[in-house]
């Protein structure tokens, strides 16, 4: 046998190194000891820290959490599954902190991409960087979207592997398309990993067009029925995620209403998936894609202020502004101004260099299949658009499998952040790296001149046809709207100011481009003239976009970001005084209300207590409903709150110095009480409306759908108790005794999908009562009532897995083989 090159690895091992070493300079606080302040993950270790703390004493995490929004499934807040997979996601990230792991597993994965379609290494270094601090990741990074930023990171790896199939290689292909789709989906992003297998899906469209013309059906069928192995063992190997988690979302917002409020009014509706409106929520506007060149053309995010040194102070101090006013005014307002009605972190910039690169790269490159990847881009875009590309998105929302369950469709943009670094170096790689790419070069240089003179002439056409008002300004109009005569006056000069500043933001940006633009020109020039080697050219491609990116990356994740562990524990997870007040009480069902900030919007709470509110993208329908009619009034609706058992209400203070107070609420009515009167509406409307003022203790609302299983009124027995035995997350024991047939409410939140009553050990129905809570009839005498969670969804999952492992070990032991068979090619 031949010995091992291990010359041929040296270029791949510089690669690891540089991108471990970029990884490591960006995020040095990481190896100082420090952590990042992710506001998301400080929700979710608030909403989570309950399922740790069970976790810590049962062994297992549990199925059902306590602390959010009354109680929900706990599947996407904290679960785990067994399976005999080894741990590749911790080999391919070194086993390095966060956020180094990240962007090193993001470079890895887009090199080994670029090694698929043999692109030489150097190109590789430079594209795998340029997707992996692409803005829109620190971004994520900052604010705590974890899971979307691996769902991200691992898309190249999975494009990777199925071009592996495509090109023949079976087995090997299919043991990279396995273990990468295999943790793409496992990191329970779905939304990422939709766009991402749509893209997939176009690309692999172009690869059978060219199949069918060759007439090599042996090769479709073989690379499809692949594809579509790898695909089932990825995602079989998720299967207990997958299932309980679209089983819960058919009772979620994602799922559907059956009521809409607007205002006071409410109606009936039968919807199905999110609402349009909320589904477009986050949509760019059309010209915001010139952001990926461009990084300010819209003042990158809604965080971002305008400083003393801004056109906007000099443009208001011209109207007779004092200085300093202009100053704070110039502050407190935000520098975006694009599509994004609600705001955004940051702006999505890829670099100009790369998207320059891009645009010379569907020039020269000869593959077809440049088309189906420009194809994806543009699809993707569309979809980004949302709200302002309406016609195009409503079918897909009404059409497309799943469409409907996502929002902020500005995530599709990932996409462009994959395929535009790959079209740029598989054209530098024919322009550097093949033997008649310069004379092509030479020939298509005019083309390219043209092509990028277009797309600066496009900018330049949204520039002067602009107005530069943005959805923001009414907002602003209003808020300096003289209460006493009305007069808009000031709001309209500061729109107008504004509006000066935003024009001269965006021709700074068109100059800043046209200056990469030339560097980007200028160096093929010198190497046509052989002025400069290939090498240096790409060496100098590389640092400057990579220090280009890093400048922009900087002001979404910078040192200030990073905190020591200590003073991250202290400052957000120390319990206030109104917290450890409360938790002197030691029963073990009552509910906490947190009536400041965003009650709804906050899962800190829920790091101590059973709470009311919360913190998940994917509530309980039945739940938002009541939030929107019931919990979000100014007047507190106590009837609700006492059938939720709502013990403590935490009152924000009324002075800046003063700190939270403690309201006991004595009218709680426990964890379970029997009625005396059942009211009988017809359909949801009338039972959310009927929780206006109804008197729990004694009356309980019952749609006539459940009437079947609740009966007619209890007789009455003034001797009758139920009493909670005892309190698991999982499990809920109740014991009762009566004289008379009984009808008892509990305060746990209903929900079908796996919660089954039995009585004395038999299984027994129950119903949906005052809209969001369980009740059913208990007869005469001694009885133990238990609620248990068993859904049938987790242990079905679980079996899948197993045999998603055998297709893993399967798919692994082929491309081993492959490897193996194959290895004169790595010897010499």
């Not at 590789?124 to 604010?143: D, Q």
């Not at 273990?179 to 172009?206: C, D, K, M, R, V």
């Not at 407190?332 to 009605?341: D, H, K, N, V």
């Amino acid at each position: 046998m031949k010995k091992f090159n291990f010359k041929a690895l040296v270029p791949h091992l510089v690669a690891i190194g540089i991108f471990l070493v970029v990884s490591v300079i960006y995020c040095r606080p990481a190896l100082e000891g420090k952590v990042l302040q992710q506001s998301d993950i400080v929700h979710w270790e608030g909403m989570s820290h309950n399922s740790f703390e069970y976790k810590k004493e049962k062994g297992h995490f549990p199925l059902w959490n306590t602390h959010l929004f009354s109680g929900m499934p706990n599947y996407q807040v904290a679960m785990e599954a067994h399976s005999l997979v080894p741990d590749f996601h911790t080999i391919l990230t070194l086993g390095l902190p966060k956020p180094i792991n990240f962007f090193f597993l993001a470079c890895l994965c887009f090199y080994i991409l670029c090694c698929t379609v043999n692109i030489k290494p150097v190109l590789g270094i430079m594209g795998s960087l340029a997707f992996a601090y692409a803005s829109y990741n620190p971004i994520l990074i900052a604010v705590g979207h974890e899971s979307k930023m691996w769902a991200i990171a691992y898309m190249p790896g999975v494009l990777a592997g199925l071009l592996l199939i495509y090109q023949k290689r079976y087995l090997f292909g299919l043991a990279v398309t396995t273990i990468f789709a295999t943790w793409e989906i496992a990191f329970n992003h779905p939304q990422i990993s939709y766009y991402f297998f749509i893209t997939a899906g176009i690309i692999t469209l172009g690869y059978i067009v060219q199949w069918i013309k060759a007439k090599d059906w042996k090769h479709l069928a073989i690379s499809l029925g692949l594809a579509a192995v790898a695909g089932c063992a990825a995602l079989a190997n998720s299967a207990m995620s997958l299932l309980t988690t679209a089983e819960y979302a058919k009772y979620t917002m994602r799922g559907g209403k059956t009521i809409e409020t607007s205002g006071t009014e409410i109606k009936k509706v039968d919807t199905k998936g999110l609402d349009k409106d909320y589904a477009f929520s986050y949509s760019i506007g059309k010209s915001e894609i010139l952001t990926f060149f461009i990084p300010d053309v819209f003042g990158g995010g809604s965080g971002e202020h305008f400083d003393e040194d801004s056109k906007l102070v000099t443009a208001l101090t011209e109207k007779n502004i004092p200085g300093d006013q202009a100053v704070q005014l110039a502050y407190s307002l935000p520098r975006y101004w694009g599509g994004i009605e609600e705001g955004t972190a940051g702006t999505i910039y890829l670099g100009a260099i790369i998207c320059f690169l891009a645009v010379i790269g569907l020039i020269l490159i000869k593959n077809p299949v440049k088309w189906w990847v420009l194809a994806a881009t543009v699809f993707a875009i569309f979809m980004a658009w949302g709200r302002n590309f309406s016609a195009f998105n409503s079918f897909l929302l009404d059409y497309f499998p799943l469409y409907n369950k996502f929002r902020s469709p500005n995530m599709a943009l990932v996409i462009p952040q994959m395929l535009l670094p790959l079209l740029a170096v598989w054209g530098l790689q024919r322009i550097f790296f093949t033997a008649n790419g310069k004379d092509q070069l030479k020939a298509s240089f005019k083309p390219i001149l043209y092509s990028i003179g277009a797309l600066f002439g496009v900018t330049l056409l949204i520039y002067f046809f602009n107005d530069f008002s943005s959805a923001f300004d009414s907002r602003i109009v209003q808020a300096y709207t003289n209460p006493q005569d009305g007069s808009t006056e000031i709001g309209r000069m500061i729109v107008n100011a504004l509006k000066v500043e935003r024009k001269d933001m965006f021709s700074s940006g068109i100059l800043r481009a046209l200056l990469f633009a030339g560097l980007v020109i200028g160096l093929l020039y010198l190497y046509l003239k052989n002025i400069i080697k290939p090498l240096a050219a790409v060496i100098v491609f590389t640092v400057i976009n990579m220090i280009d990116l890093l400048v922009v990356d900087s002001k979404y994740l910078n040192t200030d970001h990073y905190m020591d562990e200590d003073s991250y524990q202290s400052e957000n997870f120390t319990p206030t005084a109104a917290d450890t007040q409360i938790l002197q009480d030691k029963d073990p069902h009552y509910r906490v209300y947190h009536l400041s900030g965003d009650r709804f919007s906050d899962a800190i709470t829920a790091y101590f207590h059973r709470s009311i509110g919360g913190y998940h993208a994917a509530k309980l329908r039945i739940y938002q409903d009541l939030i929107e009619t019931q919990l979000s009034k100014e007047s507190l609706n106590m009837d609700v709150l006492n059938m939720l058992d709502t013990r403590y209400l935490i009152i924000p203070p009324q002075q800046q110095q003063q700190a939270p107070a403690v309201h006991k609420n004595d009218e709680a009515l426990g964890a379970a009480w029997f009625i005396k009167h059942i009211k009988y509406v017809n359909g949801p409307v009338e039972e959310i409306k009927a929780l206006n003022q109804f008197g729990p203790k004694d009356t309980v609302i019952v749609d006539n759908s459940f009437k079947s299983i609740t009966g007619t009124d209890p007789a009455p027995d003034s001797s009758a108790t139920i009493q909670l035995a005892s309190y698991d997350n999982d499990e809920i024991k109740y014991s009762t005794q009566s004289a008379t047939n009984q009808f008892a409410v509990f305060s746990e939140i209903y929900y079908p999908a796996g919660w089954n009553a039995y009585i004395d050990g038999k299984k027994t129905d129950y119903a949906k009562v005052n809209y969001v809570l369980r009740g059913m009839p208990v007869p005469a005498g001694k009885h133990e009532i238990v609620f248990k969670f068993e859904p049938t969804s987790y242990s079905n999952g679980q079996k899948l897995i197993y045999a998603g492992n055998v297709l893993f070990f399967l798919a692994l032991a082929g491309g081993i083989f492959s490897l193996w068979k194959n290895r004169e090619k790595f010897t010499v």
